[in-house]
């Protein structure tokens, strides 16, 4: 199976392509937000260096969220413009079930917390139990202070590891839950988004916000002043 993997919900913009000889790959196009103006480009040119057109894709995986607004839509619009265009199938998977894969990868098990950046002071989280063959979500993606995710923790039972660059931003915070190891990742793992989209069944994409664009934000607290 050929599988291409979009991933623009995180400040990176990169590509994953895993291909039926058994080869899989993963470029970083960006680390500064400029989705819009590599993507596209990006994927052009990943598909000729291995003399591949969009219809010899077997499936498009995108990263729906949650994430920042603008990178998120970018890489959702192109996702499925490219499948309708191509008559290639999409299929989403989240940015936090993908960091928990790929802390799995990397060796964790047990409880992992993830906590991406969301801005705003703010991180989107959900934890995921890890064995030494899936990650499976144990409560609902959410958005909260950072403070308030370790106070939850604290409450609930502290995690065994924690990921995500919510931890590193935040990492004086998060180091108040005692005992817990951190995996480093940053960046949601393509290898893990390749595996997951590539075994799961294709449902309607849509994007996962959990809250509104910082736009509306802005405007939202100008009206209430």
Do not use: K
């Not at 993908?98 to 989280?125: K, N, Q, S, T, W």
């Amino acid at each position: 199976m050929n599988v291409l993997a979009i991933e623009t919900a995180t400040p990176v913009c990169a590509l994953g392509l895993s291909l039926e000889s058994g080869v899989t790959l993963s470029w970083v196009l960006d680390e500064d937000r400029r989705h819009t103006e590599v993507l596209a480009p990006g994927i052009e040119r990943v598909l000729r260096e291995f003399s591949l057109r969009a219809r010899d894709l077997d499936r498009i995986v995108v990263d729906r969220g949650p994430g920042l607004f603008t990178g998120l839509r970018v890489g959702l619009a192109t996702a499925l413009a490219l499948g309708a265009a191509s008559g290639v199938e999409v299929v989403g998977v989240t940015s936090l079930e993908v960091l928990a894969d790929g802390a799995r990868r990397a060796g964790a098990r047990g409880e992992v917390l993830v906590a991406l950046d969301g801005r705003r002071g703010e991180v989107f989280y959900q934890s995921f139990a890890l064995d030494e063959s899936t990650s499976s979500a144990l409560n609902e993606p959410a958005v909260a202070r950072p403070e308030e995710v370790v106070e939850h923790c604290r409450r609930g039972g502290a995690p065994q590891w924690l990921t995500g660059d919510g931890v590193v931003r935040y990492r004086d915070v998060f180091a108040r839950l005692e005992g817990v190891e951190i995996d480093p990742q940053t960046i949601p793992s393509l290898d893990a988004a390749l595996e997951l989209g590539a075994r799961r069944t294709p449902t309607p994409v849509t994007p996962l916000y959990l809250r509104d664009a910082d736009a509306v934000a802005r405007f939202t607290t100008r009206e209430g002043a």
